[in-house]
């Protein structure tokens, strides 16, 4: 049989389909597409051969320049990579955003909360709203959980930078009075559109935001509940950077791109993913009166629209949103609310701390079971629902999930449905030059967020489907310099570089600029409300937030990662005396090999891949100074013991590149 | 800034039979200069006795006066010690020696306190096979009083003020062979793949074993024209050949080149396996070793590696037939023999 799946029809247009290998995807790109303009079975298969012999040949081209790793000795380090050390730093690596995290915990070390503050808000935008609900990336990736037990809370320390926070009204850029004439489109009030404005506004940019709903915000206000985000958190944090100067239209929702990029000089779209994914079982459409869809139900919630729901409640899905939609509805009178997830609880999508704290407001979460049916009675009215039980099998190297044929029927009087969200662009026009691909996303450019039409942007959710808050300010950014550049007549491409500094943390003899004890303590929980008072309430605020005290405590468990170690080649006599101190191991003298071998011969073999090897050039015996930099716990003490100065402690200061930053640079250099 | 180390070790360092930890076998941080060659050896001696899976308690660490006689403070913190007058760490190895059989005694020491002030000490251990490791932390300087020459300083080798040495050196290796030490090594502090391994064979060996090391003073000298500064020694050392040190119970892996490897079977029945780099170096003749030393010496070299072994000798308590229980366990009945062996020898004598 003829494969013809490879010719398909989409926006009345007629695609050949070429998919690139996994392998191969960072170099060339996801989809290969191509569009023949007619349903011609023998052209499109001429054309896409045409496409997979020259990507062949790319194939080969690029494996002919590329030496086979294991046949290569290390090379020395080159340090004057920025990002060399901003990897060294867990947090900041992982963090979308690259936030200074050891930078502003020594702050609020130093009860310095405002510069703290301000320290994430040129980075992360939101440090009083991402303090409460940020994903962490950052948390599983800090190195406190490779040396000791549990990562540094960083996120809960983000919000003791907003709770003791001074008057920061003083540091805000504010909108010029004369403007650089062009005028941007920003459509959704979300977090991604407000980073575009902010990184705008003090440019000269006139920024217009348009909003569907009657408040700004976005996802952050319609779906978070208030008793993890409140409202006035939001309010200021939104407010400060509409104060800064921008057009905010409320109660405007866009019907048609077309005229609004004909008005503005670029548009910029971060509508997120609106639209929860319904459930079309049997039972379905008999009555829709007790079935919500999750993210729809908070959003009414957040206005105040709904403020009751049945004494029985089956939340179905396992992501963050399932969470909010069970503990909220305790909130609303629920007495008996279940969670089920069709997966086993281990693999559950919510974050770890979402989970622990639905489960300590004593909600069950029932896995492995999986909705059949929704069942009615004769007047049509939900009393409850059928599910199966499942289990993980392996197949062919493949988790799959089998039922188990076991069944089983929970009553309730509402279901809320929180099994994903879609992003929908009904508004966006089909032939305006806007292109898009599979799953009916647009196609967006990883790097610039530039759509098919050079003049709009995407970020957020609206760009590659559901993320969280982070991804959303870092799309924001990038977009924003995008825009900047275009408005410009710069290359999109022609992107600032971050700003890095590296500066010696030596005093004196003996005297270092930071305090580099290993605190041993435990990662510090935040205080809870009471249950009593918190369940009684939508907008009692579940979590209170470190004291002062508390957040010094768990500051001092940051290892100062910033702090980097770096070799001089020339200065060692290779007395052995890094070595010697080294409480982890890290640092080596071996002859050099290629780089598998050099992780084996170590004195703890470095088996953690991620982890860079630090090399230094030949040294006078010949050997290399080989620091493994997973487990180094930046004391500092290599240094301290070093007689030549070979080793330094150096603070690395990282900081990604955003409109802002380039501006003021160019202003300085002028 | 703290200059304590962390107690966090890395989650995969590895364990020896007794299920501890190389760190396990440290003592308080240094206090010596940075870079320090005496902390070299502390390391070297911390990973010798990990790997020979040592029990730190039945360990006795002593020394006398100097830089080198700090040194004990800082590895196996859960030993035994006594740090005892300038020089005379020989005399409080002997006497601990004979009332306990059962410790291991390491005596650190460094050239002034063992070739100036106490080298009448040095000798009569020597002379009487006290059972212990000599270590010798050679930097021919006096650094804890600014740098003065010491006796191994070589005649070549000025000061860091650029002032001319006027005497010869004492070299206590050949001095020790000389005297009938039965075991004699020299060692460089920054070459530990050389050093490790024979200490581990001196801890193994019965008898007196003397480990020269030389061990660069960074701070008094390490400069261009000194003899015992990292530059010299690496450019100079010349190794008798490469020993491995093999564990009682297990073969030895290496493969060497056909005709140039001795064995060598210690007290306990482990081994060490020497690749000789010369045909005419044997490590089990005293007087082909001292030929050696002083041809290599001529040619302006340092001989390191292990110089002389002899594995056979009795040592001092063997001499003294001193009881083998530890005079702290020797109960009342076995020390007092009681009235009627005295009324015998009593009568023995009228």
């Known amino acids: 049989m003829e494969d013809k799946k490879y010719l398909y029809k989409r926006n009345n247009i007629w695609w050949v389909k070429v998919a690139v290998p996994k392998s191969q995807r960072d170099k060339f790109g996801y989809d290969l597409r191509q569009t023949t303009g007619k349903s011609d079975l023998n052209e499109a298969r001429s054309v896409r051969n045409h496409i997979v012999e020259s990507l062949k040949s790319k194939f080969s081209e690029t494996e002919k320049y590329v030496p086979l790793p294991s046949t290569k000795f290390m090379e020395k380090t080159n340090i004057d990579n920025p990002q060399y050390f901003h990897k060294v730093v867990d947090c900041q690596y992982a963090c979308p955003a690259h936030t200074n995290v050891p930078e502003y915990i020594r702050l609020i070390a130093q009860k310095k909360y405002t510069d703290a503050y301000m320290l994430n808000w040129e980075s992360n935008v939101f440090p009083g709203i991402l303090g409460r609900v940020c994903d962490r990336p950052c948390e599983p990736a800090c190195r406190r959980g490779r040396t000791h037990e549990k990562s540094v809370a960083i996120c809960r320390l983000k919000r003791v930078t907003y709770d003791y926070k001074d008057d920061v009204e003083k540091y805000i850029p504010q909108s010029p009075k004369v403007k650089n004439g062009k005028r941007i489109a920003l459509i959704g009030a979300g977090p991604a559109s407000l980073t575009v404005a902010r990184d705008l506004l003090p440019l000269g940019y006139e920024c217009t935001i348009f909003e569907k709903d009657h408040k700004a915000g976005g996802l952050m206000r319609t779906n978070i509940p208030s008793f993890r985000l409140p409202a006035d958190v939001l309010d200021e944090e939104i407010y400060r950077i509409i104060n800064m100067g921008a057009e905010l239209k409320l109660n405007s929702y866009i019907e048609k791109l077309k005229p609004v990029i004909d008005d503005y000089d670029s548009v910029f779209i971060g509508t997120g993913a609106p639209k929860g994914k319904d459930l079309k079982l049997k039972g379905r459409e008999i009555s829709s009166e007790n079935i919500h869809i999750g993210i729809d139900w908070l959003t009414s919630i957040a206005f105040e629209h709904v403020k009751k729901i049945g004494k029985k409640v089956i939340v179905i899905g396992g992501g963050n949103t399932a969470m909010d939609c069970c503990r909220s509805a305790l909130r609303l009178g629920a007495t008996d609310v279940k969670v089920t997830v069709r997966s086993p609880f281990s693999q559950m999508k919510a974050s770890e701390w979402e989970i622990e704290e639905t489960m300590e407001e004593g909600i069950p979460i029932l896995d492995n079971t999986s909705p059949k049916e929704f069942l009615f009675d004769d007047k049509g009215k939900l009393y409850g629902m059928k599910f199966e039980k499942m289990q993980q099998v392996e197949a062919d190297g493949r988790k799959k999930m089998q039922s188990t044929g076991e069944e089983i029927t929970i009553e309730c009087d509402d279901v809320l449905l929180a099994i994903g969200q879609e992003n929908a662009f009904p508004w966006i026009e089909k032939n305006i030059g806007i292109e898009f691909g599979e799953w009916e996303m647009p196609v967006v450019d990883k790097l610039t967020m530039q759509s098919t039409h050079p003049k709009v942007f995407f970020g957020g959710d609206s760009a590659w489907g559901p993320e969280n808050i982070i991804w959303a300010v870092s799309h924001g950014h990038q977009a924003a310099i995008s825009i900047d550049n275009f408005c410009s007549g710069v290359s999109l491409k022609d992107r600032p570089a971050p700003v890095t500094n590296l500066v010696s943390q030596k005093m004196g003899i003996h005297e270092w600029s930071y305090d580099n004890d290993v605190s041993q303590e435990k990662r510090i929980s935040v205080p809870h409300e009471e249950l009593s008072k918190s369940l009684k309430n939508l907008k009692t605020e579940v979590e209170l937030g470190f004291d002062e005290e508390l957040a010094l405590e768990e500051a001092q468990r940051c290892l100062n990662c910033d702090m980097q170690t770096v070799f001089e080649d020339d200065l060692c006599i290779e007395c052995d005396a890094c070595v010697d101190i080294c409480p982890t191991d890290c640092i080596n003298f071996v002859d050099n090999d290629v780089e598998e071998k050099v992780r084996d011969k170590l004195r703890v073999p470095a088996l953690n891949l991620d982890q860079s090897l630090y090399v230094s050039g030949k040294l006078k015996t010949g050997r290399r100074m080989v620091k493994d930099e997973d487990m180094c716990v930046h004391c500092g003490l290599c240094a301290e013991r070093c007689p030549t100065g070979a080793w330094d402690i150096k603070r690395n200061a990282y900081k990604e590149s955003h409109t802002l930053t380039n501006k003021i640079k160019a202003k300085e250099v002028a | ?350």
């Open chain 2, 1 to 350: 800034m703290s200059f304590k180390k962390p107690i966090n070790h890395h989650p995969k360092l590895e364990t020896n039979k007794l299920g501890l930890t190389r760190r396990d076998y440290e003592g308080a941080v240094s206090t010596l200069c940075a870079g320090c060659g005496h902390d070299s050896i502390s390391a070297a001696i911390i990973e010798s006795c990990f790997k020979l899976n040592i029990e730190a308690y039945k360990v006795a660490k002593l020394s006398g006066i100097g830089c080198s006689s700090k040194a004990p403070a800082y590895f196996l913190e859960q030993s035994h010690g006594f740090n005892s007058v300038h020089g005379r760490m020989p005399s409080v190895a002997t006497g601990a020696n004979c009332a306990n059989r059962d410790l291991m005694y390491l005596g650190v020491s460094g050239d002034g306190d063992s070739a100036s002030i106490g080298l009448g000490q040095f000798v009569h251990a020597i002379r009487r096979q006290v059972d212990m490791v000599y270590f010798v932390e050679n930097n021919g300087t006096y650094g804890l009083t600014k740098g003065q020459f010491s006796a191994t300083n070589d005649l070549e080798s000025k000061n860091k003020y650029g002032e001319d040495n006027l005497f010869k050196p004492i070299d206590l290796a050949t001095m020790a062979i000389q005297l009938g030490a039965t075991y004699v090594a020299r060692s460089f502090s920054g070459d530990r793949d050389q050093l490790i391994p024979l200490i581990m064979g001196a801890m193994q060996h019965k008898g007196f074993a003397l480990l020269d090391i030389i061990s660069p003073c960074v701070t008094f000298n390490n400069h261009d024209s000194s003899t015992k500064s990292y530059d010299y020694i690496r450019d100079h050392n010349e190794a008798v050949g490469k020993t491995d040190f093999v564990p009682l119970g297990e073969e030895i892996s290496t493969s060497y080149k056909e005709g140039s490897s001795t064995e060598i079977s210690l007290h306990d029945g482990s081994k060490l396996a020497l690749e000789k780099t010369d045909a005419n170096f044997d490590p089990r003749d005293a007087g082909k070793a001292l030929n050696f030393i002083r041809e290599k010496e001529k040619e302006g070299k340092v001989l390191t590696g292990l110089l002389y072994i002899n594995d056979l000798a009795k040592d001092l308590n063997e001499t003294l037939n001193v009881t083998q229980t530890p005079l702290s366990q020797l109960q009342q009945d076995v020390l007092c023999p009681g009235s009627k062996i005295l009324d015998e020898i009593n009568q023995s004598l009228s």
